[in-house]
């Protein structure tokens, strides 16, 4: 199976970036965790770009705060699809981050999630490797119906509550 890389700004993007790894424990997806940043370490960032398909990654996921260019900088290196995730800083409450990584110009896609989305971008990175690993896709299947069950299982509580 192809692993995914999951790329941050900074070790302080930790704590929000560590959220993806759970997901990628549960469906047993390898990933590779690497500290680039767009502006410190920019010919680190794009070397590890430019030969992820060698080394064997499906998808790469970057994570960066303030003017988060790195996701944008990662995808301008390679043709992996590539997941932004917009991590919320000590100012402007993550919107930031959140446009610096979304509004890319037409031509270089990142595929962003939610602002500190880790878990989502992580699940992301699996439906991505699902398309081609019919076992993971099962997997996938198998979780959605679980949250259904779980959801409806709390609609009949609240029902058997409240509408008498
Ligand atoms: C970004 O700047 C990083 O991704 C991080 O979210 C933010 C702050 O970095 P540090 O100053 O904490 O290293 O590049």
């Given at each position: 199976m192809k692993k995914v890389a999951v790329i941050m700004g900074?070790?302080?993007?930790l704590p929000v970036v560590e959220k993806a790894f759970a997901v990628f424990e549960e469906y047993g997806v390898p990933f590779e965790v690497h500290v680039y940043s767009a502006h410190r370490t920019p010919v680190e960032a794009r070397v590890f770009a430019g030969s992820a398909a060698e080394n064997g990654f499906g998808v790469i996921i970057a994570a960066a705060g303030k003017a988060a260019h790195l996701a944008g900088s990662l995808a301008a290196n390679t043709v992996l699809p590539v997941i932004g995730i917009p991590v919320k800083s000590s100012t402007l409450d993550g919107l930031d981050a959140l446009l610096s990584t979304v509004q890319m110009p037409s031509g270089i896609p990142v595929a962003t999630v939610a602002i500190d989305g880790a878990q989502n971008a992580a699940l992301l990175a699996v439906q991505i490797l699902a398309v081609s690993d019919e076992g993971l896709h099962e997997k996938l299947m198998s979780a959605r119906r679980a949250a259904t069950e779980k959801v409806l299982k709390k609609d009949a509580e609240i029902a058997a509550k409240f509408n008498k």
């Open positions: 900074s070790d302080s993007d």
